[in-house]
């Protein structure tokens, strides 16, 4: 199939500039450990491997996933314990500021008038999500006007 070797050279791609940015990447004032940030850069990696699995409401395994699901498999496989639900995951993370963003922050949208919806943040405005039924595990820009709109907060776990 065509199509698939191209998807996987986006993935791919996408994996090295996150490798990148976050190698590379310093910030003085960050109170992050270095190990700290090495899982939540695991976690990011682990989320983009799951790109293409079907969204699932209330999933949270390779077979379906929803967001919150997400997020809790990939931090959990990283070595790293959170919370299930959208909100649970909100109270259990230190308030990041988006000029100190690091793969694997996790970043909560308000859709139809309420906080409902996280992803993970990979780097360069981007982040991986389980959408919505009917979808799968994408990923999605914060330069969309929809998601920038929805962003409210981004955090860290502790």
């Excluded at 996150?18 to 850069?41: E, F």
């Excluded at 699932?56 to 070595?79: H, I, K, M």
């Excluded at 909100?90 to 500021?97: E, G, K, L, N, R």
Aim: charged residues 15%; glycine residues 10%.
């Amino acid at each position: 199939m065509i199509a698939q070797p191209a998807r996987l050279f986006r993935i791919f791609s996408l994996a090295i500039t996150v490798l990148a940015i976050s190698a590379c990447a310093s910030n003085p004032a960050d109170t992050t450990s270095p190990q700290a940030a090495d899982k939540g850069q695991r976690a990011a990696m682990i989320a983009l491997d799951q790109v293409g699995a079907p969204y699932r409401y209330g999933g949270s395994t390779p077979q379906g996933f929803d967001c919150s699901g997400l997020v809790q498999f990939s931090y959990s496989r990283a070595g790293v314990t959170v919370p299930r639900t959208t909100g649970e995951l909100w109270s259990a993370s230190a308030t990041v500021d988006e000029d100190d963003l690091q793969a694997g922050d996790i970043l909560f949208f308000r859709i139809d008038g309420k906080m409902s919806h996280v992803g993970m943040y990979l780097g360069e405005w981007r982040f991986v999500h389980a959408p919505q039924s009917g979808r799968s595990v994408s990923i999605g820009s914060l330069e969309s006007p929809f998601y920038r709109a929805a962003l409210i907060r981004a955090g860290r776990p502790y």
